[in-house]
């Protein structure tokens, strides 16, 4: 049977990037380094380089997402980006949003031994929550699919004239590029690439950045998502 990997101590760009809350990042990355790679969340390669590729590499979101906005994390998996961002930024609403039960039940865990009072757990798909939750400003993602893909989860869930912030890597020009059509049926307004993390992570994170108009999701979903919330109302209890 092969050894755990050893979790490194904490960089010192960990100390300035979660401030306050360093404690309870240092906790995360034990739980992931633990509790995660024992669930199969987290691969045992990914222990040693947990604080540069995993934790800080996610928490450098922060710098491109707007004060007190509301956020959905699509496809949370182990918490990345969504509980590093929560971390830094207690004056977002973040919806942890995840189909698979093993990680919910994780992500719950986390979210009540960390005290992140404005962090919400929900299972789900993408797809299947669309207008039973309240659409957000902001959709975040990271290693969840191709962007062409992802888009038509995400988007779906913005309010009008919100963003999708979805972290890639080198391949973040490519998936652009083949996926303008898609995103231009789905209500995208304007795109761009960032680079964020200067100082704190090397190399830079990116970050593909989607802004949509007034109708996110274009019109198949408009109709999709009016459908959901009538659906809703006939439910509630009179």
């Known amino acids: 049977m092969t050894e755990a990997a050893e979790l490194p101590p904490a960089p010192e760009q960990a100390r300035a990037v979660f401030g306050e809350r360093f404690a309870d990042a240092v906790r995360y990355a034990e739980l992931l380094a633990e509790a995660g790679v024992q669930r199969g969340l987290i691969g045992p390669r990914e222990v040693p380089r947990l604080w540069e590729r995993h934790l800080l590499n996610c928490a450098v979101l922060s710098e491109v997402v707007p004060e007190g906005v509301t956020v959905c994390d699509v496809g949370s998996g182990a918490g990345l980006p969504g ?18 039960l093993r990680r919910t039940n994780f992500l719950t865990e986390v979210v009540e031994l960390l005290g992140l009072d404005h962090v919400t757990v ?117």
């Open 83 to 100: 509980i590093p961002l929560a971390l830094v930024r207690d004056d977002l609403k973040i919806t942890l949003l995840e189909p698979l």
């Open 122 to 238: 929900v299972r789900g798909r993408a797809e299947e929550v669309m207008g039973k939750m309240p659409a957000v400003h902001v959709v975040t993602a990271r290693a969840v699919a191709p962007l062409d893909r992802l888009a038509t989860w995400g988007i779906p869930l913005l309010r009008p004239y919100g963003e999708m912030l979805a972290l890639k890597g080198d391949t973040a020009v490519e998936e652009l590029k083949s996926a303008a059509t898609a995103l231009s049926k789905l209500g995208a307004v304007e795109t761009s690439i960032l680079h964020v993390g200067e100082g704190v992570v090397d190399p830079l994170s990116t970050v593909v950045r989607v802004e949509v108009g007034e109708s996110p999701g274009g019109v198949r979903f408009a109709a999709k998502r009016a459908k959901a919330a009538r659906t809703g109302r006939a439910r509630r209890p009179r």
